[in-house]
């Protein structure tokens, strides 16, 4: 009898994160103050995050315990199921393995309530009341609004108009959850205000959103600030997903020769890569890519040097992966990939070599994201579908050689919410972007 879904007892959620921090055979670059010039130290961040996020975000133990409360609402959704695809791999008649990892079996339907649900919790220790966050497409902002839920605190999701206005069902689900959400720029943030005044009728961008979450944050004392990708902690906490999918693969009686992800800021492509790399860092031998749009490619054609984090210029500087903080990238449906730098501990391993990365086009990602649903049933969000169709291509490689490969890739989250995407590529309507080199080179 062959095994298609491989799955864990609530017993076998990891009791610990692992940080990647610990076996970093190279030193991280600082995070730098912007106005001093100088390392960012533990003061700089309390008005924003607590005590002991800001500790996790330096922290070089291996591992960090995961605390009872977070296991406990963990087990609403985790561990995740690994899947063998089965008949994906026979629909591309290939000899390769391969194997994902589903993340999305929450009900926001993406991997980013690994880290909320932390976030949420260890605000509500410090006796924070109220969290202040942005959303892009509405993954993040979903997460948030789940998490801080079950915490009982407030939430304030600042939601970039033009998503605001696309994506009434994600708004409808944050509401649902009792967050409040604006759409962003408001007239509740000097930062909104000043883009109102220059254009009433602004769509928004995410720096804008970032730019009024931290300010609503920062001017107020009961309220605390929470990103969803990039900081090393939010890495961390991720790395659920890859431990999980480690003791799966054992009980499959596999390891990984290629482990994939698609890589926004980086956050779901280290969740499951990492726990691989500790392996690879021992002697092992695999491959490990993550997967960009060409519209946005910050490994495949992006500097490696300090930039700030948001549009604004609030944030501190860091060394990083970047099209530069002023480059807004074309509007492809992967919104949770349209992010100008990439987290800096990814952009190190990048630096190094110790991880590849590949650029797509939209059209042929939702190709092969409709290839994956006919083969198995899943339709995937746009952003796990770069990492489906890397995982095509190899399986397809593996084919022209013959090669049994064993392929393991992370299904970030379904696409659920992301239909009109799908609508947009059935008519023939997608575009294809290339990345607008002019728009990068600003030094
Ligand atoms: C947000 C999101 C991403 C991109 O964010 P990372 O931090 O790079 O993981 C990818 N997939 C899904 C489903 C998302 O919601």
């Known amino acids: 009898m062959r095994t298609t879904k491989f799955l864990l007892s609530e017993k076998e959620i990891p009791a610990a994160w692992y940080n990647i921090l610990a076996d970093l055979p190279y030193p991280m670059e600082p995070y730098i103050h912007p106005g001093t010039g100088q390392p960012v130290g533990p003061q700089d961040l309390i008005p924003l995050f607590p005590m002991e996020l800001i500790k996790q975000e330096v922290s070089t133990e291996r591992w960090i315990e995961i605390p009872d409360e977070v296991l406990e609402v963990y087990k609403l959704y985790r561990p995740s199921p690994l899947f063998r695809a089965h008949r994906l791999e026979k629909a591309l008649d290939t000899p390769a393995k391969i194997y994902y990892k589903y993340e999305g079996v929450n009900a926001t339907g993406s991997h980013k309530p690994n880290t909320a649900i932390p976030q949420a919790y260890y605000n509500k220790q410090e006796g924070i009341k109220r969290i202040a966050t942005e959303t892009g497409a509405g993954q993040w902002g979903s997460a948030m609004a789940m998490a801080t839920n079950f915490f009982g605190l407030e939430c304030a999701v600042y939601m970039v108009k033009v998503s605001y206005d696309q994506k009434p069902y994600r708004r409808s689900l944050m509401e649902v959850y009792g967050a409040k959400v604006y759409a962003s720029p408001t007239s509740n943030t000097q930062a909104g205000r000043k883009i109102l005044e220059a254009d009433p009728d602004s769509p928004g961008s995410l720096g804008i959103a970032i730019s009024e979450a931290v300010e609503d944050a920062a001017t107020r004392d009961d309220t605390h600030y929470s990103l969803g990708s990039v900081l090393n902690h939010v890495l961390l906490h991720q790395t659920v997903i890859g431990l999980e999918?480690?003791?799966?693969?054992?009980?499959?009686?596999?390891?990984?020769?290629?482990?994939?992800?698609?890589?926004?800021?980086?956050?779901?492509?280290?969740?499951?890569?990492?726990?691989?790399?500790?392996?690879?860092?021992?002697?092992?031998?695999?491959?490990?890519?993550?997967?960009?749009?060409?519209?946005?490619?910050?490994?495949?054609?992006?500097?490696?040097?300090?930039?700030?984090?948001?549009?604004?210029?609030?944030?501190?500087?860091?060394?990083?992966?970047?099209?530069?903080?002023?480059?807004?990238?074309?509007?492809?449906?992967?919104?949770?990939?349209?992010?100008?730098?990439?987290?800096?501990?990814?952009?190190?391993?990048?630096?190094?070599?110790?991880?590849?990365?590949?650029?797509?086009?939209?059209?042929?990602?939702?190709?092969?994201?409709?290839?994956?649903?006919?083969?198995?049933?899943?339709?995937?969000?746009?952003?796990?579908?770069?990492?489906?169709?890397?995982?095509?291509?190899?399986?397809?490689?593996?084919?022209?050689?013959?090669?049994?490969?064993?392929?393991?890739?992370?299904?970030?989250?379904?696409?659920?919410?992301?239909?009109?995407?799908?609508?947009?590529?059935?008519?023939?309507?997608?575009?294809?972007?290339?990345?607008?080199?002019?728009?990068?080179?600003?030094?």
Do not use: W
Request: charged share 20%; proline share 5%.
């Open 245 to 443: 999918a480690k003791k799966q693969l054992e009980m499959a009686g596999d390891y990984p020769d290629i482990v994939i992800g698609c890589c926004g800021g980086g956050s779901n492509f280290a969740g499951v890569s990492f726990p691989f790399i500790q392996d690879k860092f021992a002697g092992k031998n695999l491959r490990v890519v993550a997967v960009e749009p060409k519209a946005c490619p910050t490994l495949t054609e992006g500097e490696f040097k300090y930039d700030f984090g948001d549009t604004a210029g609030m944030t501190p500087y860091m060394k990083m992966y970047t099209l530069g903080h002023d480059f807004v990238p074309a509007g492809i449906h992967a919104g949770g990939l349209r992010y100008h730098g990439d987290a800096p501990i990814v952009s190190l391993l990048f630096d190094k070599g110790v991880i590849e990365a590949v650029a797509y086009h939209q059209t042929s990602v939702f190709e092969s994201a409709v290839r994956f649903a006919r083969a198995e049933g899943i339709i995937p969000a746009p952003e796990s579908a770069h990492a489906i169709h890397c995982a095509i291509e190899e399986a397809l490689k593996a084919k022209e050689a013959g090669e049994e490969k064993v392929i393991l890739f992370n299904l970030s989250g379904h696409g659920y919410f992301d239909m009109t995407a799908y609508d947009s590529f059935l008519r023939n309507e997608l575009v294809d972007y290339d990345f607008a080199l002019a728009a990068c080179s600003k030094e």
